[in-house]
């Protein structure tokens, strides 16, 4: 079945450095791919997405890139910020799984030091 | 307004005893989710309801039962609760199924099962 997997956390970084979360899937049709982010204490937000190979997803400084050939769709940010200290979690949407609901991986703690 | 919203936000209890949250949306969507976050951040589809009926319904125990009045309200109702049912429980919303697009989470309900 379709799967998702990510980088083990936590990732510890001080601010201003240079982000990289991986993330490779399995999926048996044409996936949609997302990064959702949880923030303490609250539920999951939308942070970008990407419906087809090479698009790139961008949001807040965060970017995604699809890439088909590798399955993979990693974050990057150029600069964090102590905000950004979240868990994130990359999913995909499998179009050719009927009512398949998104599928999460295991997310990825970030801690943001000044 | 919060467009999805769950109740109660805390939820501590004896083994034994039957619970239940409540939850809410007011962005239109058709179809609603429950998900269970366990103490390591991993989300696990539980149900999915589209337009009352059940689409998804994963390994459950049948303790768990939601209950879908109408297409804005997805409740999940637990009986006889055990330590294991500790976790936070997550409602969500999208429109269509299939979930090409963004889900919409509630802010979870932390269960505390003693």
């Known amino acids: 079945g379709d799967s998702v997997t990510q980088m083990e956390g936590p990732v510890t970084l001080s601010e201003e450095a240079f982000l990289t979360i991986n993330c490779t899937y399995t999926a048996t049709g044409y996936p949609s791919l997302f990064w959702y982010v949880q923030y303490p204490g609250e539920g999951l937000q939308l942070l970008l997405k990407a419906t087809k190979a090479d698009d790139k997803g961008s949001n807040k400084g965060f970017e995604a890139t699809y890439r088909k050939e590798t399955t993979s769709f990693h974050l990057e940010k150029g600069s964090v910020q102590v905000s950004d200290s979240a868990v994130y979690f990359c999913a995909l949407s499998d179009r050719n799984s009927g009512n398949t609901p998104l599928v999460f991986g295991k997310g990825t703690r970030l801690s943001v030091i000044a | 307004d919060t467009a999805v919203s769950q109740t109660p936000k805390y939820l501590v209890t004896q083994m034994g005893n039957d619970k239940s949250i409540k939850c809410e949306q007011n962005l239109g969507h058709d179809t609603m989710y429950w998900y269970k976050q366990d103490s390591k951040k991993f989300l696990k589809i539980m149900f999915s309801?589209?337009?009352?009926?059940?689409?998804i319904n994963e390994t459950v125990p049948n303790r768990f039962s939601p209950k879908s009045p109408d297409k804005a309200h997805l409740n999940l109702h637990i009986n006889s609760l055990e330590l294991g049912d500790s976790a936070v429980y997550f409602c969500?919303?999208?429109?269509?199924?299939?979930?090409?697009?963004?889900?919409?989470f509630g802010e979870g309900s932390r269960l505390t099962v003693l």
């Open positions: 309801y589209n337009n009352k009926e059940l689409i």
């Open positions: 969500a919303s999208s429109s269509g199924t299939g979930v090409t697009g963004e889900l919409f």
